[in-house]
């Protein structure tokens, strides 16, 4: 079967929104990868988000039937995403980070998927690679959710979960490894429009909830590239940034809680606002007081302080707001 022709229809538009911010670097090698894809109707709507190097100059470069290039004063990628939203004309959306890649099968393998799979969305694997090394010589490990799941909630439980509330599940899925159908983003709203390290995870949740559940390709690759040296979005610790963590976490929670009443979401919950409280301080002293507070009244019985063995061991014996008082001295975090 040709796989860029499901049937004598026309095959669907998929519409690939890129915000971009200082990625100079990276966009070309990026939208490479795009428009090298087998599935061939798409159309590419790359937001320069106020960059200060020569992003936008590269990327208009690309520009054509197929690429439109628009910018927008520095708004966060969020933001981006939702102007790149209100001009897609496409069936199904695939968000890309402008400094990560996709086989060149993954959008044709997701549609061809979702075409069986109505109102479902599609996840795929991923490759997560060091900035300077060679994505293509790793091949993505096997997730637990490589069988996908035709209950939401119960997927988002298990991906929200820790290894020690539900042993063998947890961890995070990459945005760029979705692709979502349209008429569950019309449904579940556009992305929120703050700078905070999780606005993925909050608006999956939405999308996911929105939908009849999750399948898995085998086929195609998302690659998402590491940092150790950059200050990226998701390595910032500004109060700002704590607060939307925060916010973030009270809005999955009650999305969740609307449809379920199992013990485990306060446990799963408990845990993420404890972690938070923990990691927030003694920089933000009141935002972790909340955290914790909400913790508490989820029932929090878990480990209060999780490091080093020494320090994990010391902890128990001084308390972990001491520990972080240590940790923040020494290490400034």
């Known amino acids: 079967m040709d796989i860029n022709h499901l049937s004598t229809s026309p095959d669907p538009l998929v519409s690939v929104i890129i915000p971009l911010y200082n990625a100079e670097r990276y966009i070309e090698q990026c939208i490479h990868s795009i428009l090298q894809q087998t599935w061939q109707n798409m159309e590419v709507i790359i937001v320069d988000d106020g960059s200060k190097d020569n992003s936008l100059i590269i990327a208009q470069k690309f520009e054509s039937e197929k690429v439109k290039v628009l910018s927008q004063t520095n708004a966060g990628a969020s933001a981006a995403r939702n102007y790149g939203l209100k001009l897609a004309k496409g069936n199904y959306i695939q968000f890309m980070d402008a400094d990560d890649l996709l086989s060149k099968d993954k959008i044709a393998a997701q549609v061809t998927l979702l075409e069986k799979n109505t109102n479902h969305v599609a996840v795929c694997g991923t490759v997560y690679f060091d900035d300077g090394t060679d994505p293509y010589q790793s091949k993505p490990g096997k997730e637990w959710y490589h069988q996908g799941s035709d209950d939401p909630v119960d997927f988002l439980l298990k991906l929200?979960?820790?290894?020690?509330?539900?042993?063998?599940?947890?961890g995070m899925i990459q945005p760029n490894a979705w692709l979502t159908p349209r008429t569950l983003i019309d449904k579940a709203g556009p992305w929120n429009e703050f700078r905070c390290p999780d606005d993925d995870g909050e608006f999956f949740c939405r999308v996911i909830l929105a939908g009849n559940g999750v399948k898995y390709s085998d086929e195609g690759v998302n690659y998402y590239r590491k940092f150790t040296t950059r200050h990226s979005l998701s390595a910032q610790k500004t109060r700002e940034a704590f607060e939307n963590i925060l916010f973030t976490i009270d809005l999955k929670y009650s999305y969740l809680k609307e449809r379920t009443n199992v013990k485990i979401l306060d446990h799963i919950f408990a845990k993420h606002y404890w972690e938070l409280g923990v990691a927030c301080y003694p920089s933000f002293k009141d935002i972790s007081g909340l955290a914790i507070n909400k913790a508490k009244g989820l029932g929090y019985m878990g480990n209060k302080y999780t490091s080093g063995k020494l320090?994990?061991?010391?902890?128990?014996?001084?308390?972990?707001?001491?520990?972080?008082?240590?940790?923040?001295l020494k290490h400034g975090h």
């Not at 979960?161 to 947890?170: F, N, R, S, T």
């Not at 320090?311 to 972990?320: E, K, M, P, Q």
């Open 311 to 328: 320090a994990t061991i010391l902890s128990r014996v001084i308390g972990w707001r001491m520990m972080r008082k240590f940790s923040y």
């Open 160 to 170: 929200y979960a820790g290894g020690d509330v539900m042993p063998g599940y947890g």
